[in-house]
Every structure is written in structure tokens, then in C-alpha cells.
């Protein structure tokens, strides 16, 4: 590696921080093609297939040992679908219970209203560098390249994310980021990038995970120490209280939480719950769900500002970003549920064998083929492919905690695309006249029985044949018969067969 | 007496057992007429629609709904040899009559659909069987597949009715209950990714051993058995109910 990520990019500035890489996710090429280079990566494919086995092994316990699984499962559900259905209630009801606790409430519409209300904020505090929680929203928002923008570094301090961030990387999980990496590749790029951006990783470093997790503390605990600003996503808020919840594993969220005298949290008006009781579900749901752990090692809750402990400014920013679209979706809507665990993507032998890149989206998974779609629309050709980027197999919607169809709504937003395309393009699509055909063939007995003579005369010509090898046809036929043969189509169909036995009785 | 004195079965081949792999209905009507049921095949049958359906083709998918219940309304059994296919009837049908926005299709569909059985559910549930009858003796090593599974949820049905088939050994298939990758038109629309999957599959079921790999949906075999054909593996796809059809007199005459 030798370019220099400092400056890198298209600005001609420093960077504060590492460089992601280049080009946006919604540049990126469709499902399909984007698969290639994952699908050839070996060492990928290894680490992601034992990495999600052991956690599906993980979650698949904790949630057998749970008596009432489902019953938990069937609360969450309805304690997030009441959210929906009154959310317009519930989330006055806690601006004003945070107003009370002594939170600042924003309201951003979208990614670019959120980032400009945090620059704000911060830059109203004069500094020039922030901590980070772990947070999805944020990475939905792009966060960090705008506050890059503004002259503000942002450090983040998740494990995971810290060797994606270091790495000039994006995050292929998330829950673990950096699942595509393996411990060898860690220990190099802290080795090469940790000086550059403050404290450098002990020359002699070896990739044991020990020694790796050291050298992550060490580098990190300057930033936290030094940080006036931090900022979080959020698990849940509670609407009754205005209590802001985050749970987390390794403590560096606790650190973020109580040491800067400023906490930013973004948070998805989705998140909200109605009463303190309803944590009750989700606590229990969540980490059996995400980690495999009966509990998770940290949970934050915290309900406006203590004196003399902790943050002493707190703000939070309710962002919307496309989530009242989909909450006008009677199917799709119920991807509003998602607590982001990512079992959803664990169990996924789509995911497994691909990794998260090829999806195109902060979200990836199952999860993220009918969110992401939903979020930012079908006009793109890579949120056009998300939805066909499952077999259906519906493995997902037997693990999530708040029990989303998800098969269900990956076919709603397939219909979604079909629909689109017939709207948008002059021409109807080859696919499209191929199912109509289709469509109008199946619509009598007769017509099937007269499409089949044309099976049954490729029968005949190839007679001897019981297989069809590789098929230069492009398109369906050398898609199916590059690496599998197809049978021969009998010479006699089925309803052929009945005619004659019936004639013979 | 036999179990299935006195019950007419409408049988619905679907499309693909119809068109290619005839001899699956085949083995279900000889099955069934071995139990004593008389077995129909109404002729206007053709499809659940399921590929179209799931391409995100509903309006295309509605001719197969209308044609379903007209095919089958008067039935009282109406029994198929796909988890998939009947998995797509009950799950499918009456939201696609609901898409068309109509009400009397819809409510019929309803109706009909509580009718529709999986062959592995019409001979444990209906018929209150396992023990067939049949004589298979080699080895297999079964597939569940993910539409029998999760959507026509027949359980271990299957696994019921090939433990008491005569001389069969069964042999565990390591990582069964995850998808061959076939997926309807996910085949080919993300073949690569289906090709990876399926041949997980298919080095899977050569690792038991098995001479056979059984499955209830030949959609799912067509798709493992490509692999394992290409690969000169020796091992065979075989639908359920021509294990079933087969008998220790047929086997020795």
C-alpha cells in the first residue's frame, strides 16, 4: 500500500481521519455483478463461514433455553407495532419527557439535516474531534465525512469499527463490522496505520487477539481522555421517561457516555418504546438474539443530565430519513421493527457466502434488501437488486426477535421494482413480456398442454441425451448451465400419461 | 379396509412435475390409489404461480390464482407433491386475490387453500399413515427444503414416512436445513451465488455416502442434482413419493 490516505480524495486537504474508500454506495454496481469478487475470495468465504456458523450456533442456544422464546417474541413485535401505529404521539410524548430531563430534541428530516445540526454542535463547543459510539444511523448518514468536512475528526472506538476506519474500509456487518477480516490482516493494519492517527501499535505486535485488543485500548485512550464531544446512536428511548438506551459489549460506549462534558445521540424515530417496562422484552430479545449471550456485558440508560456526573450537555436528534415512507407501507412497514441485531443476517447462506460489500448499503443482509430499498427507493440499479438478492429461503424470518416477514416483504419490494420499471421505462423489459407470456400461458389447462409441445419436441430431437451440459445462450439458459446440468423433458408429460392410462381403463 | 376408502383426491402435479419430472405424479397416484383413494387429475390445472409471483409479477401471477380455484373449488382434498408449490398456494393465493381487489376470489381462494395438502401431510394427517407399503433398499440422505420447512411447514412428515419405508438406510446430511440456493428465478438472476450454495449442497450429500438424495420438491433436486451431475458424483435426485411408490413385489417381479 502505497498511497498516502492523507490526502486521498477528492478534497485536496489533509484528512483528519483515515479515508474511506472512494465513491458512494449508491454508485455501486447491482447485486449480481458486485458478488463477483467476494465469491472468489476464499479467505473471505472462510472467515465469514465460521464466523456465522459460531454465532447461529450461539443465538440458536440462548434462544432454546428461554421458555417462552416465542411469546417474547410475539411482545416484541406488538410493542414495536404500537409504536408505529401511534408514533406521532409517542414521539411528543418524548421530546417533551427529554425537554423535562434537560436533553436539547432536534428533529432532522434526513441524513444532511442530522449531520448539519451535530456539525453544529460541535463546532459550538470548539473542538476539532470527536468520540464515537458504535451507531448505525450515523453510518447511514455518512456522520464522519461530514464532520471531516467541518475540520472535525471523528474517532471511532468500537473495536470493529475501529479496524474498518483504520483499514479504509466499510463496515460488511452490523453488528461486527470487520467480520470480512481476519486476525493476520488487523494485526497489519494496526501496525501501518495506528501511528498516523495517534498512538502506534507496539512494533513486535503479534495478530493474538490479546495483544491486538492492547494495542486498540492504548491507541483509544488517549481519544477518550482527551474528547470534550461524543457521539452515540441509541438502542431504544423510552417515550414515558425520556430515557436514551444503549447496550454494548465492550465498554468503550460506557467510556464515551460518562468522560465528554457534550453527548450527541442520533436516533431513528423508530426507536422509540412506550413505557420503561417495555425494556424489559427488548433486553431480554436483544443480546440472546445479536451475540448469543444471555446478557449483554453493558447497558447505558440514562435520563436526562446529573449534575457533576457524566455529560452535562446532552442533545438528541431525531432523525427521519426516509422512515415515515416506509411507515406508510402497510407490508413494508413492519422492517420498521428491526432492532438491529443482525441474527437476521447471521443465519443468511446468501450473506454467508458473500460477505456485506456486495449489498450496496449500510444495512446489509436480509434485513437491509428490504430496508434499504425502502429507505432511499427503487430508482437505483443496486437498491433495484436488493430485493432479488435472496433465495427465499426464509431462514431470517425464523430468527428475528420481533418476527419481520421478511421473505414476505423482500417479494413486496420486488413487486415494488417490477412496478417501477413498467412506470419508467418506455419499452417493457424483456423479462417483463417473458412473464407475461407466462402468465397468460397459465391461465388454462390448455395453453400449458400446448406449450409443452415444444419441450416434448426438444425431447425428441435429443433423444439419447438424459442432460443438457453448458448451454452458450446468454441470459437464463448459460445462467443455469455454467455449473449445473439441466435434465432432458420427458417425451411423455404427465398429463399425456393420465390421458392414455385413462383411455386404457 | 384402507385409509384412504371412500376420499377422492384431486391431484395438482404442478407445472414443472407436469412438464419434466412426470414421474413424481406418477408416483403419487400410485401411491394414493394403493391406499385406497380415488385419485383425479382435472385437466385444467396448470400452475400456483409462484415464479411469477416472486419475480414481483402479481398481476401475471393472477391468471394462475383464477385458474387454481376454478380448477379446484369442489374438491375436498386436493393434494400436490411440492412443498413449494403448496407452501405458495396457501401463503400466496389469497393476497394475490386481494392484489387483483377482488373480494369473491379472495374469499373462495380461502376456502380452497385450507383444502390444498402437501402429499407428506395428505398421508400423515389425512390418511393417518407412514408405513406405505414401499421397499427402497439403498441409501439416501434427505434434504428438508426451506419452502417445505417454513412455508408449507410440513415438519419431519417427510422423515416419518421414509423411516418406515422397508430396507431404506437413512444417512444425517450435514447442514440440512440450509437452502440448495435454488430459489425460483434467484437460479439464474443471482446464479453465481446460487451455484456457490448449491454446491455446498451437493458436496454435503456425497459426503453421507448416500446412493440418493431425497427431497419433497423436485425444483430443489433439479438444481442439487445439476451440480451432482456435472460433477460426475454418482449420486442420484429422487422425489419422495418415487420412494414411497416403490414395493418389495414390484422390486422382485
Not at chain 1, 484528512?15 to 449480481?32: I, K, N, Q, V
Not at chain 1, 431525531?318 to 422492517?335: S, Y
Not at chain 1, 432432458?488 to 404427465?494: R, S
Amino acid at each position: 500500500m502505497s498511497i498516502d490516505h492523507r490526502t486521498e480524495g477528492s478534497v485536496a486537504k489533509p484528512r483528519l481521519t483515515p479515508a474511506p474508500p472512494t465513491g458512494s454506495y449508491l454508485g455501486m454496481p447491482a447485486f449480481p455483478k458486485g458478488v463477483k469478487k467476494e465469491l472468489e475470495n476464499q479467505q473471505l468465504r472462510r472467515n465469514l463461514r465460521h464466523a456465522t456458523t459460531t454465532i447461529r450456533g450461539k443465538r440458536a442456544l440462548r434462544a432454546a433455553e428461554v421458555h417462552d422464546w416465542e411469546e417474547l417474541r410475539v411482545a416484541g413485535e406488538q410493542i414495536k407495532n404500537r409504536v408505529g401505529r401511534h408514533l406521532d404521539h409517542y414521539l411528543v410524548q418524548a421530546e417533551e419527557a427529554m425537554t423535562r430531563a434537560g436533553i436539547t430534541v432536534h428533529w432532522a428530516r434526513d441524513a444532511e439535516e442530522a449531520n448539519r445540526i451535530v456539525v453544529e454542535i460541535a463546532k459550538s463547543k470548539g473542538t476539532d474531534e470527536v468520540v464515537k459510539i458504535k451507531s448505525m444511523v450515523t453510518q447511514e448518514t455518512e456522520l464522519n465525512e461530514a464532520l471531516e468536512e467541518a475540520g472535525i475528526a471523528a474517532w471511532e472506538t468500537d473495536l470493529a469499527e475501529l479496524i474498518v476506519q483504520l483499514g479504509h474500509d466499510r463496515p460488511s456487518h452490523i453488528l461486527v463490522p470487520a467480520i470480512h477480516r481476519n486476525r493476520s490482516e488487523v494485526r497489519e493494519i494496526f501496525l501501518e496505520e495506528m501511528g498516523n492517527w495517534g498512538t502506534p501499535a507496539p512494533p513486535d505486535i503479534s495478530d493474538d487477539p490479546p495483544e491486538l485488543a492492547a494495542a486498540a485500548r492504548t491507541h483509544l485512550r488517549e481519544k477518550f481522555l482527551r474528547a470534550k464531544v461524543a457521539i452515540s446512536g441509541g438502542n431504544f428511548i423510552v417515550a414515558e421517561t425520556g430515557s436514551v438506551v444503549i447496550v454494548e459489549s465492550e465498554g468503550n460506549g460506557r467510556m464515551c457516555l460518562t468522560l465528554p462534558e457534550t453527548l450527541i445521540s442520533v436516533v431513528g424515530i423508530e426507536k422509540l418504546l412506550p413505557t420503561f417496562e417495555d425494556l424489559e422484552v427488548f433486553l431480554r430479545l436483544l443480546p440472546r438474539s445479536s451475540t448469543g449471550e444471555r446478557m449483554n456485558p453493558y447497558t447505558s440508560i440514562w435520563t436526562g443530565v446529573t449534575e457533576g456526573d457524566g455529560p452535562q450537555d446532552l442533545h438528541v436528534v431525531l432523525l427521519d430519513n426516509g422512515r415515515t415512507n416506509v411507515l406508510a407501507d402497510p407490508v413494508g412497514r413492519e422492517a420498521l421493527r428491526c432492532i438491529r441485531c443482525s441474527a437476521c443476517m447471521n443465519v443468511c447462506p446468501v450473506y454467508e457466502r458473500v460477505g456485506g460489500h456486495a449489498y450496496g448499503s449500510v444495512y446489509p443482509g436480509p434485513i437491509g434488501s428490504i430496508l434499504t430499498p425502502q429507505l432511499r427507493g427503487v430508482a437505483s440499479p443496486i437498491d433495484q437488486s436488493l430485493p432479488f438478492a435472496s433465495s427465499l429461503c426464509g431462514a431470517c424470518n425464523d430468527v428475528c426477535p420481533v418476527r419481520i416477514p421478511i421473505s414476505d416483504i423482500l417479494v413486496h419490494m420486488r413487486h415494488k421494482v417490477v412496478e417501477y420499471k413498467r412506470k419508467t421505462h418506455k419499452l417493457p423489459t424483456g423479462e417483463s413480456l417473458l412473464f407475461k407470456g407466462i402468465g397468460w400461458m397459465m391461465g388454462k389447462g390448455q395453453r400449458l398442454a400446448g406449450a409443452q409441445v415444444a419441450t416434448q419436441a426438444a425431447a425428441r430431437l435429443m433423444k439419447r441425451r438424459k442432460y443438457i451440459g453448458p448451454l452458450p445462450i446468454p441470459g437464463y439458459p448459460s445462467a443455469w448451465t455454467n455449473a449445473r446440468d439441466l435434465p432432458m423433458p420427458p417425451a411423455q408429460t404427465f398429463r399425456e400419461w393420465w390421458d392414455a392410462r385413462e383411455e386404457q381403463r | 379396509m384402507k385409509p384412504g376408502d371412500g376420499k377422492t383426491v384431486a391431484l395438482f402435479a404442478t407445472c414443472i412435475n407436469d412438464t419434466m419430472f412426470p414421474t413424481t405424479p406418477q408416483a403419487v397416484v400410485t401411491v394414493l390409489e394403493r391406499l385406497g383413494c380415488k385419485v383425479v387429475f382435472p385437466k385444467s390445472q396448470t400452475c400456483c404461480g409462484q415464479m411469477l409471483t416472486n419475480t414481483g409479477y402479481y398481476d401475471e401471477a393472477v391468471p394462475s390464482v383464477r385458474n387454481y380455484v376454478r380448477t379446484f373449488e369442489d374438491y375436498d382434498y386436493i393434494v400436490g407433491p411440492s412443498g413449494s408449490c403448496i407452501g405458495a398456494v396457501r401463503h400466496q393465493h389469497p393476497m394475490l386475490a386481494e392484489h387483483a381487489g377482488d373480494k369473491a376470489l379472495k374469499s373462495v381462494s380461502e376456502e380452497v387453500v385450507k383444502r390444498t395438502y402437501d402429499f407428506s401431510e395428505f398421508l400423515v394427517d389425512v390418511l393417518d399413515v407412514t408405513d406405505v407399503g414401499a421397499y427402497f433398499p439403498h441409501r439416501v440422505t434427505f434434504h428438508p427444503t426451506c419452502h417445505s420447512l417454513r412455508v408449507a411447514k410440513v415438519g419431519d412428515r417427510p422423515m416419518q414416512l421414509l423411516r418406515a419405508v422397508k430396507g431404506i438406510t437413512i444417512l444425517d446430511l450435514p447442514d440440512a436445513e440450509q437452502c440448495c440456493g435454488f430459489g425460483g428465478t434467484f437460479s439464474v438472476k443471482n446464479s453465481e451465488v446460487s451455484v456457490a450454495m448449491a454446491t455446498d449442497k451437493a458436496r454435503n450429500a456425497v459426503s453421507t455416502g448416500a446412493e440418493y438424495v431425497v427431497a419433497g420438491d423436485n425444483a430443489c433436486l433439479m438444481n442439487i442434482g445439476g451440480v451432482l451431475h456435472r460433477g460426475n458424483t454418482g449420486v442420484k435426485p429422487i422425489h419422495l413419493a418415487e420412494i414411497l411408490a416403490q414395493t418389495e413385489e414390484a422390486a422382485i417381479a
